[in-house]
């Protein structure tokens, strides 16, 4: 059986199938081994408990999904009290999705969870409104990304994983400043902002706007992946439309060391264990490793 293992800095994976952040849950369990996976990755999970969004959050649009579910969460203490433990019971890597609205209350919830332990990463969701600049997201832009991803390290005795926006009008030099201040990885990319109207002209969401993901955000995402790969030396998790054993081999093509996978999830919650199987039928009828698909361009 080919090795699928591969590195994300001083992280090893058993492979390079991961589940994008808010489309998996430990339900899954129920239907499929978790431990398969190359890290559980649990929803963000923010400083304070919200609800979220209003409903209706979803709609299908476009082959693809909007939604605007506004990350409702118990909140980091109750999430660590609670949930972790639920999650460090699973023999497999665990990386724990964080996002605030500051940067001080994003490094408050990575110490909390570098204190809990058992947890192999941290990923911060820098998609979320930013409180000190009249709520645009962090992502945006690179001096708001570059301040959470100072204030976290400086806190953080764990790996960092930046996820970075397909929003952002110059997202290389985002992902620039995350590399900057010691982002260990980055994921890219989150949804893209989109808005969808029902026959009466009314938006379909209660939220009005919302992030589309799946099918059609793929080559979005994939020519992000394509730049930032050329810009920045540290490992890129592809994400954005993965449903196919094609789509990871596109993302390994453009730079990436790994996938992250949601929509897919979301209409056939198997989608992750067919495709680790694909890879490694794909690569045993190769003789190759996982390793040999990372082709990071001299930078
Ligand atoms: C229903 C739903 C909920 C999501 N929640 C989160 C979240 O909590 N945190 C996050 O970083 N991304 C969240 N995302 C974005 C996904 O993690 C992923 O970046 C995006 O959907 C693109 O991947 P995909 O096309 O495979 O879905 C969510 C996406 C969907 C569809």
Known sequence: MADLSVRIGDVRLANPVLPASGTF???????????????????????????????????????GLINAIGIPSAGIRAFIADTLPLYRAFDAPLVISVSADTAETFAECVALLCAAGGLTAIELNLSCPNLEAGGRAFALDPEPTARVVRACRAVSTLPLWCKLS?????????????AGEGADALILANTMLA???????????????????????????LRLTDEIARRVAIPIIGCGGVATLQDMLDYFAAGATAVA??????SRPTTMVHLIDALGAHLDARGMAAQDLVRRRAI
Not at 27 to 54: E, N, S
Not at 261 to 266: D, K, N
């Open 195 to 221: 808005i969808a109207f029902d026959k009466a002209g009314a938006p379909r969401l209660a939220n009005r706007t919302g992030g589309l993901s799946g099918v059609p955000v793929k080559p979005i995402n």
């Open 261 to 266: 996978v949601g929509t897919a999830t979301l």
């Open 166 to 178: 397909p929003n952002a009008g110059a997202p290389g030099t985002v992902a620039e400043a995350a």
């Open 25 to 63: 849950g430990l339900g899954h369990a129920r239907i499929f081994d978790i431990t398969r996976l190359g890290a559980l990755v649990p929803k963000t999970v923010m400083p304070d408990a919200q609800p979220g969004h209003p409903a209706p959050r979803l709609t299908e649009e476009a082959g």
